[in-house]
Antibody, heavy 127, light 106 residues
Framework: EVQLVESGGALIRTGGSLRLSCVGSGFPFSTSTMNWVRQPPGKGLEWVSFISGSGNSIYYTDSVKGRFTISRDNAKMSLYLQMNNLRDEDAAVYFC????????????????????WGQGTTVTVSS | EIQMTQSPSTLSASVGDRVTITCRASHNIDMWLAWYQQKPGKAPNVLIYRASSLKTGVPSRFSGSGSGTEFTLTISSLQPDDFATFYCQQYKNYPWTFGQGTKVEI
């Protein structure tokens, strides 16, 4: 069974730092591309960051560039999000999500969406 | 950044109704669009990818269509389990972006 379990959410002061973790099981973690997606209270989904299986390819949404760092430890089947200089608007439930891909013998591959999600961990930012 | 705009934001419907949600992209995203369903307090679940491909295990009453900048999610006959919030998401370019969501309520 595929499982993703986030942890590390907390109440933190504006300007503070926090590291979120996500442990995966039931799938080949080291070859899976992963994301962080957040959802502020009562609001919609916002994609935050992507990391490839090797960690060599990384992307961020503009609002977190320079403040957040995504990383992974494949030996521990873990994904991380280091969040520095936290702002009020960073308060949200943070989900880790695994990408689903479809591969063909021809070498073509297609993205099939974020097919597995954790239950989320809550980050509250207060001044 | 590609902006995604969904309409309507809220939709009132009854069991058995045919429901259509629209998603518009600010730039051409070809067919690189997914639809997610989210129930309160839960993580989202992907329903549709590549604009019209149904994820295995998702009921066939869900369907997606469109390409370029205009997309639709249709529920052919709304069931009690379908009352939720639906999001479109483009994956043509990073940063990936979601629509603001459409809440389907009774």
């Amino acid at each position: 069974e595929v499982q993703l379990v986030e942890s590390g959410g907390a109440l933190i002061r504006t300007g503070g730092s926090l590291r979120l973790s996500c442990v995966g099981s039931g799938f080949p973690f080291s070859t899976s591309t992963m994301n962080w997606v957040r959802q502020p209270p009562g609001k919609g989904l916002e994609w935050v960051s992507f990391i490839s299986g090797s960690g060599n390819s990384i992307y961020y949404t503009d609002s977190v560039k320079g403040r957040f760092t995504i990383s992974r430890d494949n030996a521990k089947m873990s994904l991380y999000l280091q969040m520095n200089n936290l702002r009020d608007e960073d308060a949200a439930v943070y989900f880790c999500a695994r990408d689903d891909w479809e591969y063909y013998e021809s070498g073509l591959y297609y993205y099939n969406g974020m097919g597995a999600w954790g239950q989320g961990t809550t980050v509250t930012v207060s001044s | 950044e590609i902006q995604m705009t969904q309409s309507p934001s809220t939709l009132s419907a009854s069991v058995g109704d045919r429901v259509t949600i629209t998603c518009r992209a600010s730039h051409n995203i070809d067919m690189w669009l997914a639809w997610y369903q989210q129930k309160p307090g839960k993580a989202p679940n992907v329903l549709i990818y590549r604009a019209s491909s149904l994820k295995t295990g998702v009921p066939s009453r869900f369907s997606g269509s469109g390409s370029g900048t205009e997309f639709t999610l249709t529920i052919s006959s709304l069931q009690p389990d379908d009352f939720a919030t639906f999001y479109c998401q483009q994956y043509k370019n990073y940063p990936w972006t979601f629509g603001q969501g459409t809440k389907v309520e009774i």
